[in-house]
Antibody, heavy 116, light 110 residues
């Protein structure tokens, strides 16, 4: 059974950066891309982008271009999402999920709070 | 990329059937058979219910079914049960090689 385990909650000040990790198990990490999705409090799901775990190619949501970077470490089956220049409206639960065109397994979510 | 359009809420009595629509464009829903549906209970991660328009993952009840016509996809829940009360989101692959989610639908079991 595939499983994705994310790092713990973070509190950041405006202007700071955050890096969330997502460690996969139960399947071959390089066989599936990793997608990142976020959900602001009381709001819907927002697609952030994905990364190919095979070759590192990425595709980011246009509104996050320049502030987000997705990477992987295949030696530890871990994906990372770094978001820079944090603003209050970046406060959300961040999810990683397996797949790209179709996403099946999801991590448990990481709450990132941006507050001064 | 604009979010796919879903009704804000849908309700039904136990045992009834309900249908949630998901309207996009020819650049997303209408152009690809990569439409998925997710169920999300409060405080939980989304759960895949339907993929590739009409396929159910292993372990998902056959009370859940999906379809598509033109630029609109639909999720039908038959034999509605109390445990089906949740938020539901559609998603689609797009011509820009991105994904787009629907606005979300709150399902209430009366």
């Amino acid at each position: 059974q595939a499983q994705l385990v994310q790092s713990g909650a973070e509190v950041k000040e405006p202007g700071a950066s955050v890096k969330v990790s997502c460690t996969a198990s139960g399947y071959t990490f390089t066989s599936y891309s990793i997608t990142w999705v976020r959900q602001a409090p009381g709001q819907g799901l927002e697609w952030m982008g994905w990364i190919s775990t095979n070759n590192g190619n990425t595709k980011y949501a246009q509104r996050l271009q320049g502030r987000v970077t997705m990477t992987t470490d295949t030696s530890t089956s871990t994906a990372y999402m770094e978001l820079r220049s944090l603003r209050s409206d970046d406060t959300a639960v961040y999810y990683c999920a397996r797949g790209a065109k179709r996403v099946d397994y999801w991590g448990q979510g990481t709450l990132v709070t941006v507050s001064s | 990329q604009s979010a796919l359009t879903q009704p804000a809420s849908v309700s039904g009595s136990p045992g009834q059937s309900i249908t949630i629509s998901c309207t996009g464009t020819s650049s997303d829903v209408g152009g690809y058979n990569y439409v998925s549906w997710y169920q999300q209970h409060p405080g939980k991660a989304p759960k895949l219910m339907i993929y590739d328009v009409s396929n159910r993952p292993s372990g998902i009840s056959n009370r859940f079914s999906g379809s598509k016509s033109g630029n609109t996809a639909s999720l039908t829940i038959s034999g509605l049960q109390a445990e089906d009360e949740a938020d539901y989101y559609c998603s689609s692959y797009t011509s820009s090689s991105t994904q787009v989610f629907g606005t979300g639908t709150k399902v209430t079991v009366l």
